[in-house]
């Protein structure tokens, strides 16, 4: 079943398109990693869709009811956890103070709400210091509250704009393993990143966006569909007369020569490699080690943003 | 309207509010000043040169001198009767002196009726209806006659002081919500806000409401700690505690409240159009203007500050103020301020 559904979405600030006919379907449960460069319309994307915003044309759907229409959207808001790109905490309040006012706002409980904020702040290590006022978190702790804050109403969806943007290395780190953690438990995740390993890590499935949807799927499905598959042949050298031969080759498309090794794409690896093989010898070249290359997201996403441009 | 969410925001401010010492220190200060320095520092001069009502019990000799119609510089005057006379620069001692003019006099244990005093020191003597008294001390002195008049100043006097009880709560608005919306903003912690299943209409009430109760509670316990001050140094002169009249009632009742929640809206449209604290409180702290025009008509003579005029003032405001409120509703667009706020 989908829960997320965007149909002909667009959304334009004056003569400026941050977002045009994107069609998106994510099911429950699924993490999903909106991955796109700065200004490619991700976070213009997740303001329509938690009715901060409204769609200039096309229609959003989210669990069934439609973003922009009341009471609609008072749902939305409802059944929605949202992170926004700065955390956005009050500095001055404490941070149980600050998941308390967000559970009531989201109707909790009072018997509910104290032990959500104990179990969460157990479970992002910060229960001890509940007390203490925000502005003396880290960068990394703040964000962790962020993040909890989003889920203290425990909404059927989150929507997580660039978690870990601004967070050093170690900081990241934390965030995306809790992602993952959240992954686990079965929530409908949207995530908005610029970060490849964090996308190819956390989802379960892509989409990269720059102003239009460019493509979605799984990281293999990706690259199955918009990379040729690769031999790598480590040579003692590679020489010219080796690059020759394996060009001429019929079933060759492509070989270049990268950091002393030959790679080799063709549609059978499999098939071609022993013949390739055979050509590499012939030509004088000596084979260390044969590897099928691995198609990374990086790749995939290099190649759909430079087709886009 | 669901009431509990908007008190949610508006509890949430408040906690806000007073961890933040520049807000504390306004919304004390600056009202708890006023409360206590004025009557010291106004009222004070005035209930010692107040009659006490009663005068001393001065039982004087028979005069050894009579003067009459003279102009006496640089003298020594005991035990003498003088009148219809100009004194300067003497020392007048158990003396009766009548319907004259003195200027840089010492005067002690002596009956002055009728006398205009000027830059001089009265000590332990009756002061009986006098003229006009200017630059000078009058100590242990009582003005005997005369007190409804000088009531009548008294009570004109602490209306005017009203004037700062309806500037109090016009003006802390202006600090406070410059801080609440303007702070939201750059705290960035407007988008989660209004991201929750909370309307326009009570995230604005909640912060209004944060914002008012600080603002009268404040208002009212100064106004308050100067009726009780103001009694406490006029009453033993006057012989009645002089406040509250029925316009401080009215004003502090009335017409306070409706100038805090002027200001309030003001501030919500000042600060929803700027992205600045010091634009906005600056902006914001303009809202005074009508008070100090309300209080400034009758300095003209155009209405004469009462609880009648008060109410009708009162009145205009409250229209004022629905139209505010609307405009405020209106123009507080979430969208507009996630796309336009940097």
Redesign the interface.
Do not use: C, D, Q, W
């Given at each position: 079943m989908e829960f997320i559904e965007t149909v002909d979405l667009k959304r334009t600030?004056g003569d400026i398109v941050a977002v045009e006919d994107l069609n998106l379907r994510i099911r429950e449960g699924e993490v999903f990693a909106f991955l796109g460069p700065n200004g490619a319309g991700k976070t213009t994307t997740v303001?329509m869709l938690?009715?901060?915003?409204?769609p200039t044309s096309g229609k959003a759907y989210i669990g069934g009811n439609e973003v922009g229409r009341e009471p609609d959207s008072?749902?939305i808001?409802?059944m929605?956890g949202?992170?926004?790109e700065?955390?956005?905490?009050?500095?001055?309040?404490s941070a149980a103070?600050n998941l308390d006012?967000?559970g009531?706002?989201?109707?909790v409980p009072e018997s509910r709400r104290k032990a959500r904020i104990e179990e969460l702040l157990k479970w992002i290590g910060l229960w001890k210091r509940r007390d203490s006022?925000v502005a003396t978190f880290s960068k990394g702790m703040r964000q962790k509250i962020?993040i909890v804050?989003?889920m203290v109403h425990d909404p059927q969806i989150l929507f997580l704009d660039e978690p870990t943007a601004g967070l050093d290395p170690s900081a990241a780190k934390t965030v995306r393993d809790f992602l993952v953690d959240l992954g686990s438990m079965g929530k409908t995740i949207f995530l908005n990143t610029h970060n490849l390993s964090e996308a190819e890590r956390v989802s379960t499935r892509i989409g990269v966006v720059s102003t239009q949807l460019l493509a979605q799927g799984t990281p293999k499905e990706l690259a199955a569909r918009y990379l040729k598959p690769a031999s790598v042949f480590r040579l003692r050298e590679a020489t010219e007369d080796v690059v020759q031969a394996v060009d001429a080759l019929d079933f060759v498309e492509e070989v270049h020569v990268e950091d002393g090794e030959l790679h080799v794409s063709l549609e059978d690896p499999q098939k071609g490699n022993p013949a390739i093989a055979k050509a590499v010898i012939a030509a004088g070249g000596e084979i260390e080690f044969i590897v099928e290359k691995e198609m990374g997201l990086e790749e995939v996403y290099l190649r759909l943003l430079e087709d886009a441009a | 309207m669901r009431f509990?969410?908007a008190w949610?925001?508006a509890a949430?401010e408040m906690?806000?509010f007073r961890?933040?010492k520049y807000v504390l220190i306004t919304l004390l200060l600056l009202p708890l000043s006023m409360a206590v320095v004025m009557p010291l520092a106004l009222v004070l001069p005035i209930a010692s040169q107040a009659p006490s009502g009663e005068p001393l019990p001065l039982d004087l000799p028979p005069p050894d001198m009579t003067i009459q119609g003279e102009t006496l510089v640089d003298r020594v005057l005991v035990n003498a009767s003088i009148s219809d006379s100009v004194i300067r620069g003497s020392v007048i001692r158990d003396s009766r002196v009548m319907n004259s003019t003195l200027v840089g006099v010492t005067v002690e244990g002596s009956i002055l009726e009728g006398v205009t005093i000027k830059n001089s020191v009265i000590r332990g003597s009756n002061v009986i209806e006098p003229g006009e008294i200017s630059g000078s001390n009058l100590v242990n002195s009582p003005i005997v006659g005369g007190e409804s008049e000088f009531v009548n100043v008294i009570l004109l006097l602490l209306d005017t002081f009203l004037l700062f009880f309806v500037i109090i709560p016009a003006a802390i608005p202006a600090l406070m919500a410059s801080y609440s919306f303007v702070g939201e903003k750059l705290?960035?912690?407007?988008?989660?806000?209004?991201?929750?299943?909370?309307?326009d209409g009570e995230l604005l009430f909640g912060k209004a409401l944060a914002i008012f109760l600080p603002t009268m509670g404040a208002t009212w316990l100064s106004g308050v700690i100067f009726i009780l001050l103001v009694n406490l140094l006029l009453e033993p002169t006057l012989g009645f505690a002089p406040l509250p009249t029925p316009t401080w009632l009215v004003a502090l009742v009335l017409l306070a409240p409706l100038f805090a929640t002027l200001s309030i809206t003001a501030n919500v449209i000042i600060s929803s159009r700027v992205s600045d604290v010091r634009a906005s409180q600056q902006l914001g702290a303009l809202v005074v203007l009508p008070a100090i025009f309300l209080f400034m008509l009758p300095l003209f003579g155009v209405i004469t500050l009462g609880p009648v005029s008060i109410l009708g003032f009162a009145g205009g405001l409250l229209g004022v103020n629905v139209v505010m409120a609307f405009l405020a509703l209106r123009l507080f667009r979430?969208?507009e301020i996630?796309?336009s706020w940097k």
């Open positions: 600030f303001r938690t009715t901060l915003i409204h008072m749902n808001r409802a929605t949202f992170l926004p700065a955390p956005g905490l009050y500095e001055r309040l103070r006012f967000y009531r706002l989201y109707g006022p962020a804050r989003a | 509990e969410k949610t925001v949430k906690a806000e961890s933040n705290n960035k912690s407007l988008e989660p806000l209004l991201a929750t299943p909370t309307t979430r969208e996630l796309v």
